[in-house]
T-cell receptor, first 113, second 113 residues
Framework: DTEVTQTPKHLVMGMTNKKSLKCEQH?????MYWYKQKAKKPPELMFV???????INESVPSRFSPECPNSSLLNLHLHALQPEDSALYLC????????????FGPGTRLTVT | SQQGEEDPQALSIQEGENATMNCSYK?????LQWYRQNSGRGLVHLIL???NEREKHSGRLRVTLDTSKKSSSLLITASRAADTASYFC?????????????WGAGTKLIIKP
């Protein structure tokens, strides 16, 4: 299995809602990432998990809360988001934190109303 | 933050023609990667070239790297409609942080049938 899966594919939420994005990989990768991508822009790194521990937080607002329950799963909990948080949220993984190649999921298209 | 610049921003060619896109970066690197992204979906790793390599091939892809000019090019030969996508270059933010990639702005490639 060489796939990173993400659910849901699309999510519409109000500014007072709480929702979660889910990412899963079964490649035995030990590094997992969350990226945010706005239209016609490159991805922006948000968080890096290395061996299930948060190693990088790119000064992301606290309304985004990552969680790594085990080595295959990565969640992104969302609370009190703003309309400007609407974007494509991409999950990725790599074999090790020192590995070059990252494997991306298809993304969750988030719209905040 | 973005380190790379890519040109052109957009490229439209006829099927069967070759497509060339360029990437420039600002700091010393140990490798440079190219990724493809189909509209609104996840990124797919295409090819990695190390700083001690000048040229690399993978199928219809040819990548060059000129570390003295801090630039790379991606050539797609005999283009197909399925090559329509955005193409991004990516370099590690620092020599010891392969997981923190700096992305170019991307080139949007359209292959006309």
């Amino acid at each position: 299995d060489t796939e990173v899966t993400q659910t849901p594919k699309h999510l519409v939420m109000g500014m007072t809602n709480k929702k979660s994005l889910k990412c899963e990989q079964h490649m035995g990768h030990r590094a997992m990432y969350w990226y945010k991508q706005k239209a016609k822009k490159p991805p922006e790194l948000m968080f890096v998990y290395s061996y299930e521990k948060l190693s990088i937080n790119e000064s992301v607002p606290s309304r985004f809360s990552p969680e790594c329950p085990n080595s295959s799963l990565l969640n992104l909990h969302l609370h009190a988001l703003q309309p400007e948080d609407s974007a494509l949220y991409l999950c990725a993984s790599s074999q090790e934190p020192s590995s070059y190649e990252q494997y991306f999921g298809p993304g969750t298209r988030l719209t905040v109303t | 933050s973005q380190q790379g610049e890519e040109d052109p921003q957009a490229l439209s060619i006829q099927e069967g023609e070759n497509a060339t896109m360029n990437c420039s970066y600002k700091t010393s690197i140990n490798n440079l990667q190219w990724y493809r992204q189909n509209s609104g979906r996840g990124l797919v790793h295409l090819i990695l070239i190390r700083s001690n390599e000048r040229e690399k091939h993978s199928g219809r892809l040819r990548v060059t790297l000129d570390t003295s000019k801090k630039s790379s090019s991606l050539l797609i030969t005999a283009s197909r409609a399925a090559d329509t996508a955005s193409y991004f270059c990516a370099t590690p933010r620092a020599m010891d942080s392969n997981y923190q990639l700096i992305w170019g702005a991307g080139t949007k490639l359209i292959i006309k049938p």
